[in-house]
């Protein structure tokens, strides 16, 4: 028997956000979403750096209720995906759900199966579930370097780029060489008098084009959708079976051929040995999440281009230091130097069960159950929390079996079955401790790097199965493993 006014509260309106609110819609269930910002969109509204796109496939990087035959490359351009999640909410009739410029504050778990929820906008109110689809990459993090606030120039982290800023002629600095990095400098060394990359640790890169679809191709798609569907599945084998499968050491073959294909890359593509001495990584492929391009080596070796890999003493007004002594004289300085994983719905405030936090109760260490519940938190589901697969599979995949999960307990509260339903704390535990013996299999352990994998302890913290085992595990709840009232 539903209960009449049984509501849901989704916290964010980003990819993960929207695909909940389409299949609560579906579902007949009523929400609300809450967003911070003016626009849907989470990471591809806030990225917009040049050279911004996706490192999954387009064909995959979709939502599989909403197949796009317009794609107009390989890998999408950050603009188009942000459009193409705009338009699914617009066309799924989610834009009228949500409620922008209103950032939740707390929510407080007050009894009787209810969540009080307050935000900035003061529009809060009681609900009786929400999500949390607060996304993964939000929180920008800029380095701790001595004098880093003297400098007199421009300096902005590269998830808040200026779209108005021309760098036409500028001597820009990027600090970082991740996935942000190696995007931004091939795009934006035609423009600029010179740009320095800040390197601390060199990069596996694997040489992937970035082609365009010809007409033809996305006329094929659109007359004959089942190609698109094909190309879906195919992809998804590929990236989530085959790739993912040889990052947690269940697939050595694959794992040996990326490590020399990124070789080989380096081999062919960067001509000047010292430099070439300078490019390579000391740790095993695929410890760091891979970087896919065919446009930053040869970036790189252009003659405005300029790799510095002397570590970095401090900032000062005109530029950057280096331990050797020089002054790195800069107009600019873009930050490209990550994010912190592991803030997920914070700076809000979550309180559960009797009064405790999850803010305190994750100080150190975010753990819950199979990736989208805590214990004392009843009724409280996090897309994309802790241990989701964040360094192997395709994020929209990852964020629609969770939801699908999501949705099986969500539909039982609103049927009526149970008012409140919370994991127990024995599997919970039980659950971490077995993600935290296979973690040692994996390559983000095993391979000989740091990375943004690593919180506060200095485990890893992502899905250390393969992505059979992440469908298994989530295809039903086990509710031998839930308490309910
Ligand atoms: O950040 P990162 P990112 N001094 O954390 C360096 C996704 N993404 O924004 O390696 C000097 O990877 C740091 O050095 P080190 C994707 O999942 C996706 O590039 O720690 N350097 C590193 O080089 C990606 O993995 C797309 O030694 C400092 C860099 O900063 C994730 O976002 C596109 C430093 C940070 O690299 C994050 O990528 C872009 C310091 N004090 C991003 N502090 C897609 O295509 C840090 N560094 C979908």
């Known amino acids: 028997m539903e ?31 809450f967003e911070r910002a003016d626009d849907v969109g989470g990471t591809w509204r806030d990225n917009a750096y040049p050279g911004l796109a996706c490192d999954v496939p387009s064909h995959l990087y979709r939502f599989s209720f909403a197949p796009n035959a317009e794609w107009s490359h390989e890998y ?21 759900h949500v409620r922008f410029s209103s950032e939740v504050t707390e929510a407080r778990f007050i009894g009787e199966g209810q969540w009080q929820i307050s935000t900035t906008k003061g529009d809060g109110g009681l609900f009786n579930a929400i999500v949390l689809a607060t996304g993964i990459l939000h929180k920008a993090v800029l380095p701790s370097i001595e004098g880093r606030d003297s400098f007199a120039g421009t300096a902005f982290h590269s998830s808040r780029w200026d779209r108005d800023l021309s760098l036409a002629g ?17 795009a934006i060394v035609d423009d600029v008098a010179s740009v320095s990359l800040f390197q601390r640790t060199p990069q596996w890169i694997l040489n992937v084009p970035n082609n365009r679809f010809a007409e033809e191709k996305k006329q094929a798609f659109r007359t004959e959708p089942g190609k698109m569907a094909d190309l879906y599945n195919h992809l998804n084998f590929v990236f989530n079976e085959r790739f993912a499968a040889a990052l ?20 062919q593509n960067v001509h000047d040995p010292e430099l070439r001495d300078r490019l390579t990584p000391s740790y095993q492929t695929g410890c760091k999440r891979l970087i896919v ?21 401090r900032i000062e007004p005109t530029g950057i230091r280096t331990e050797d002594g020089v002054l790195h004289e800069l107009d600019v300085i873009v930050y490209a130097t990550g994010f912190d994983p592991f803030a997920f719905f914070r700076p809000a405030v979550i309180i559960g069960r009797d009064g405790v936090s999850l803010n305190e109760r994750w100080r150190e260490s975010c753990q819950a159950y199979r990736s989208v519940a805590v214990p004392e938190f009843p009724n409280l589901f996090f897309v994309g929390g802790p241990n989701s697969p964040i360094g192997n599979f395709s994020y929209l995949r990852t964020a629609e079996v969770q939801i699908g999960y999501v949705m099986e307990l969500i539909r039982r509260l609103a049927d009526g079955n149970y008012r409140e339903v919370e994991p127990t704390q024995e599997a919970t535990d039980a659950f971490n401790a077995e993600v935290e013996q296979a973690i040692t299999r994996t390559v983000w352990v095993t391979g000989g790097c740091t990375s943004w994998y ?14 059979g085992r992440f469908k298994a595990d989530l295809e039903q709840p086990r509710m031998e493993e839930f308490k309910v009232a």
């Not at 989704?10 to 929400?31: D, E, H, Y």
């Not at 351009?77 to 705009?86: D, L, M, Q, S, T």
């Open 3 to 33: 209960q009449a006014s049984f509501k849901v509260a989704i916290i964010g309106a980003g990819a993960s956000g929207i695909a909940t609110a389409v299949n609560l819609k579906r579902m007949g269930i009523p929400f609300v979403i």
């Open 76 to 96: 999408s351009p950050g603009g188009e995906i942000h459009a193409y999640f705009r338009d699914v909410a617009k066309q799924r009739g989610i834009m009228e």
């Open 170 to 186: 500028k001597r820009v600095g990027i600090i970082g060489t991740g996935s942000t990095a190696t995007q931004i400098l091939p």
């Open 248 to 267: 947690v050491g269940e697939n050595d073959e694959g794992l040996a051929e990326m490590a020399r294909m990124c070789r080989e890359n380096l081999e």
């Open 293 to 313: 391009s065919d446009k930053f080596y040869p970036a790189i070796q252009r003659e405005n281009a300029h790799l510095v890999d002397t570590p970095i003493t």
């Open 454 to 467: 690593f919180d506060k302890r200095g485990k890893v913290v992502s899905w250390p199965w393969s992505y």
